[in-house]
């Protein structure tokens, strides 16, 4: 599928260029008839004869931006000085940092955050260890645990390479919840060892936010942990997708003017994620489901199925259906799916009921074309920024700890979850809902604070996630 140029390609490169006449216009001419997109121009330093100007230019991809320095180059005139790749620079170092929350100015309040006086507190906390969570950052603190195996579509590419994605992941908590989140990328796969790991380092966090654990193991890893731990367990990529995804079909619902225990839906995707988004479903009121993985339909006697697949069997598709995708989705009034690209067509799409609702969140390829779908489906969500409908975690992650932290919660469960997408979805008011807008901006002033009161009274009265 062809992309539009992103700033997540954005590069800036500095020319000189003859001062006077058509020279910057002509450079904007040459990007634009590339494919790229001008997005800042700015003269950096002028001379008699020249100017030096920093052009900077969305691009499709890394090669795209390749060949428009290409043609930058060829420009009569022009000489390139340097490239630089926006997104690389914003990690130049990474992209968090710690900060002491006290001044350290002189030696009295040296001795207070330090020793002597840091000394009584340690022995208050000592006698209670409930303390810790009044006297320490423990009360404002989350470890975002991954051990690189299954990192934002990329597979399985190792701790050091997932630290970008767990300081961007930290750096979201904090802009959007006020919340110090840490990053613990793991150098072990063995799920024995991750367990331990995470239990050891356990007392420091208020919460724990598991990421980008491939599967089956993160469905092992999050259970032991949860029966080993007194703070919540929280797979993002599990539980924080399910959220966003019952909020905006609460809402999607609510624009075809349908039901969520009426409507039949087809599931795409039987690993993490899927699992979790089908578990809330079903505890929000869906009755008719069925879910679809690689070898089709997941049904009661189908040979080869782990305790997952199992699972689903025993809890969807009543009547038995055993086919494949297509006729699976062929007159449902929901389709979601969290598995592959270029799955389904928008023939598949014509061929659902009537205000159909389609939810194709492979990413960065959906499962079927957006636009495709468009001509057929009422409403449309994908994983995707450049399309209205952006099912994105960061709406759910940071009220959810939110809550959890302010209500010094010591579990999570499922009451919890749907709490939190009915609030987000209440964002949305009646004025607003409509085809194109069924979640709120990230960047919603209400989102979080909503989430998270939310999260909060649904932990008032808690218990565990195996009681469900």
């Given at each position: 599928m062809a992309t539009a140029p992103s700033v997540s390609y954005s590069i800036t490169v500095r020319l000189e260029v003859p001062a006077g006449g058509k020279a910057v216009s002509g450079i904007t001419h040459h990007v634009e008839h590339a494919g790229g997109v001008v997005t800042a121009l700015d003269v950096n330093t002028a001379a008699t004869d020249t100017l030096r100007i920093d052009v900077t230019i969305a691009t499709r991809d890394t090669e795209h931006a390749e060949a428009i320095v290409g043609v930058l180059e060829s420009i009569d005139g022009v000489k390139v000085h340097k490239v630089?790749?926006?997104?690389?620079?914003?990690?130049?170092?990474?992209?968090?940092?710690?900060?002491?929350?006290?001044?350290?100015?002189?030696?009295?309040?040296?001795?207070?955050?330090?020793?002597?006086?840091?000394?009584?507190?340690?022995?208050?906390?000592?006698?209670?260890?409930?303390?810790?969570?009044?006297?320490?950052?423990?009360?404002?603190?989350?470890?975002?645990?991954?051990?690189?195996?299954?990192?934002?579509?990329?597979?399985?590419?190792?701790?050091?390479?997932?630290?970008?994605?767990?300081?961007?992941?930290?750096?979201?908590?904090?802009?959007?919840?006020?919340?110090?989140?840490?990053?613990?990328?793991?150098?072990?796969?063995?799920?024995?060892?991750?367990?331990?790991?995470?239990?050891?380092?356990?007392?420091?966090?208020?919460?724990?936010?598991l990421e980008d654990i491939s599967a089956p193991r993160c469905f092992e890893i999050e259970a032991r942990l949860r029966e080993l731990l007194d703070i919540p367990v929280f797979h993002d990529d599990q539980h924080g997708t399910a959220i966003c995804v019952l909020a905006a079909l609460t809402n999607a619902l609510r624009v075809v003017r349908k039901d969520l225990g009426e409507v039949r839906i087809a599931m795409a995707g039987a690993g993490a994620a899927?699992?979790?988004?089908?578990?809330?479903?079903?505890?929000?009121?869906?009755?008719?489901?069925?879910?679809?993985?690689?070898?089709?339909?997941?049904?009661?006697?189908?040979?080869?199925?782990?305790?997952?697949?199992?699972?689903?069997?025993?809890?969807?598709?009543?009547?038995?259906?055993?086919?494949?995708?297509?006729?699976?989705?062929?007159?449902?009034?929901?389709?979601?799916?969290?598995?592959?690209?270029?799955?389904?067509?928008?023939?598949?799409?014509?061929?659902?009921?009537?205000?159909?609702?389609?939810?194709?969140?492979?990413?960065?390829?959906?499962?079927?074309?957006?636009?495709?779908?468009?001509?057929?489906?009422?409403?449309?969500?994908?994983?995707?920024?450049?399309?209205?409908?952006?099912?994105?975690?960061?709406?759910?992650?940071?009220?959810?700890?939110?809550g959890l932290l302010d209500a010094q919660a010591d579990v999570i469960n499922l009451d919890m979850l749907v709490a939190a997408a009915q609030a987000l979805a209440e964002v949305v008011t009646d004025a607003e809902l409509g085809p194109n807008y069924i979640v709120p901006s990230v960047f919603h002033p209400d989102v979080t604070t909503a989430v998270a009161a939310a999260v909060r009274e649904a932990a008032g009265g808690r218990k565990t996630y195996d009681e469900e």
């Open positions: 630089s790749d926006r997104t690389f620079l914003m990690h130049l170092g990474g992209k968090i940092e710690m900060q002491s929350k006290v001044p350290l100015r002189n030696r009295e309040e040296l001795s207070m955050a330090y020793t002597p006086g840091v000394a009584r507190v340690s022995l208050a906390i000592a006698r209670n260890k409930e303390d810790a969570r009044r006297l320490t950052i423990k009360r404002n603190s989350v470890a975002v645990v991954t051990d690189g195996s299954a990192v934002l579509g990329l597979g399985n590419i190792g701790p050091e390479a997932a630290m970008p994605v767990m300081e961007g992941k930290a750096a979201l908590f904090k802009r959007f919840a006020g919340i110090d989140a840490w990053p613990i990328c793991l150098d072990t796969q063995d799920t024995d060892e991750i367990v331990r790991i995470v239990q050891c380092i356990a007392p420091g966090f208020g919460g724990i936010n899927g699992s979790a988004i089908l578990k809330l479903l079903l505890h929000a009121g869906a009755k008719n489901v069925i879910v679809c993985d690689m070898h089709g339909s997941v049904h009661r006697g189908r040979e080869g199925m782990d305790g997952s697949l199992r699972w689903i069997a025993e809890h969807t598709n009543a009547e038995g259906y055993d086919g494949d995708l297509k006729g699976a989705v062929k007159g449902a009034d929901v389709f979601v799916g969290v598995s592959a690209p270029g799955i389904l067509t928008g023939d598949d799409v014509a061929g659902m009921a009537p205000d159909a609702i389609v939810f194709a969140l492979a990413n960065p390829e959906p499962e079927v074309s957006p636009d495709d779908a468009r001509e057929h489906a009422a409403v449309v969500a994908t994983g995707r920024s450049d399309y209205p409908n952006q099912i994105n975690n960061v709406l759910a992650f940071p009220g959810v700890f939110r």
